[in-house]
């Protein structure tokens, strides 16, 4: 588990790729969203459907296990 102490959306999504050697682009228009809370970082697919329930956001996949994060 990994804490993730509210910061701002943008912040959080790239630290979670960073963990999964992924990259997650972030729509400047998600820029006052943030994100806190207790996190699974093993199951990257797990953790971006988490966000989608959470937040105004979609998070679209690429086949290479990229992403990008949109308004929803």
Known sequence: MGDIVAEPLRAALERIAW???????VSAR?????LGGQYNLE???ALLEGI?????V??????DGNAR???R
């Open 69 to 71: 994060a949109v308004p």
């Open 30 to 34: 998600l820029d006052g969203l943030t």
């Open 43 to 45: 199951n990257y697919e």
């Open 58 to 63: 979609s998070v679209l996949r690429s086949a």
């Open 52 to 56: 989608e329930r959470v937040l105004p």
């Open 19 to 25: 963990y999964h050697g992924r990259k997650i682009d």
